[in-house]
């Protein structure tokens, strides 16, 4: 085949067609318009990006084009990986419908964009997503908003912000009854709550995670809670680095209990031996954190009271 026509072929192909057809489905809900999840049974994730064009593993370092996708779910070489994707000429993927917000916000910086927003109160939006569909606690809520951590984002949303090392916002996670995802033209850094300075660093995969073991362990002082936001792009690298490099730290892979998080919990221990830092696995028992603090709250929302007098 003439290098043109192999060409052709790459930009014609997106990768969802090369996944669709073997069998995998997009996982909507962690989704978002830049990255789309895809996955295949219970532990196999493809991850597309660059409009459809590119694809990565976040299990493994594997990435690249529609050829080398079609290799990594089993062709034997380029050649069968080209006969692969040659033979989905035609085939449409699943078009994906995005919800849009109603109300599109004006082009300012990602730190005015946070500030216009007001963070949550009892009863608002946000707070009742945060306390009665993710069961955390009202005191951590308070001390989340009191360290500018949180905003109300749109149609009963949270954000929650991630910052540099000097603590400017950079971007934020957003989640709701019905979205998740980054914010636009933001960067993922880190979300940080607790003190700045602990030299105990629980890394979890998600901000509402991370809030849940916060609540969990009852705020401990000594320890910073923080979130990658469900990747691990150089920055976050870089960031988790920088808090490991400061002496006597100890890195807590607070990550899921599932393959990704295992992933992630094998790069943070080998982070850990790179830089001198202690490690630590800290797992819970059901997927993640807030599975657990649910099933914290209700059982301590069934104990009767004990009578008075």
Same mark, same amino acid.
């Given at each position: 085949?003439e290098?043109?026509?192999?060409? $052709?072929?790459r ?12 069998g #995998?489905a %997009? ?7 830049k990255?789309v999840k895809?996955? !295949? ?5 493809v991850?597309v990006?660059?409009g459809?064009?590119?694809w990565f593993?976040?299990?493994?370092? *594997?990435? +690249? ?5 079609a290799?990594h ?5 380029f050649?069968? *990986?080209?006969k692969?994707v040659? /033979?989905?000429v @035609? #085939? ?11 109300r599109?916000?004006p082009?300012s910086t ?10 949550p109160?009892? &009863?608002?939006s ?8 993710? $069961? ?5 809520i308070?001390r989340? =908003? @009191?360290?500018d ?9 949270m954000w ?9 916002v950079?971007g934020?996670?957003? !989640? @709701?009854? /019905?979205?998740? &995802? ?5 960067a993922?850094r880190?979300?940080? #709550? @607790?003190p %700045?300075? $602990?030299?105990r660093?629980? %890394?979890?995969?998600a ?9 969990i362990? %009852?705020? !401990? ?8 936001? &469900? +990747? ?8 988790? !680095?920088?808090?490991?490099?400061r002496g006597d730290?100890?890195? =807590? ?10 992933? #992630?919990?094998a790069?943070?221990?080998a982070?850990?031996q790179?830089? +001198?830092?202690?490690y ?7 997927v ?5 603090l ?5 059982r301590?929302?069934?104990?009767p009271?004990?009578?008075?007098g």
């Amino acid at each position: 085949m003439e290098k043109r026509d192999i060409e $052709a072929l790459r930009e014609r192909i997106p990768c969802a067609a090369v996944l669709e057809k073997a069998g #995998f489905a %997009v996982d909507l809900k962690e989704s978002t318009r830049k990255a789309v999840k895809y996955r !295949r049974g219970a532990s196999e994730i493809v991850i597309v990006i660059h409009g459809g064009r590119g694809w990565f593993d976040p299990l493994s370092d *594997a990435k +690249g084009d529609v050829f080398s996708l079609a290799v990594h779910l089993g062709a034997d070489d380029f050649a069968e *990986a080209l006969k692969a994707v040659g /033979e989905l000429v @035609g #085939f449409v993927p699943t078009q994906l419908e995005w919800r849009r917000s109603a109300r599109q916000l004006p082009a300012s910086t990602v730190a005015n964009r946070w500030t216009w927003r007001l963070p949550p109160r009892p &009863g608002s939006s946000a707070w009742r997503y945060l306390t009665q569909a993710r $069961a955390i606690p009202d005191h951590v809520i308070e001390r989340a =908003v @009191g360290a500018d951590r949180l905003r109300e984002g749109p149609h009963g949303s949270m954000w929650a912000a991630h910052t540099d090392e000097a603590g400017a916002v950079v971007g934020w996670e957003e !989640r @709701g009854p /019905e979205w998740r &995802g980054f914010a636009s033209g933001g960067a993922k850094r880190l979300f940080r #709550f @607790g003190p %700045v300075d $602990a030299r105990r660093v629980c %890394v979890t995969e998600a901000a509402i995670d991370a809030l849940s073991l916060a609540a969990i362990e %009852v705020l !401990r002082p000594d320890t910073l809670y923080v979130s990658t936001g &469900g +990747g691990w792009s150089s920055a976050t690298d870089s960031a988790i !680095r920088a808090l490991a490099e400061r002496g006597d730290t100890t890195l =807590v892979a607070a990550t899921d209990h599932n393959r990704q998080g295992e992933a #992630f919990a094998a790069r943070l221990r080998a982070l850990a031996q790179a830089t +001198g830092a202690a490690y630590a696995r800290a797992q819970p028992r059901g997927v993640d954190w807030n599975e657990d603090l649910a099933g914290l709250m209700r059982r301590w929302a069934s104990e009767p009271v004990a009578a008075s007098g």
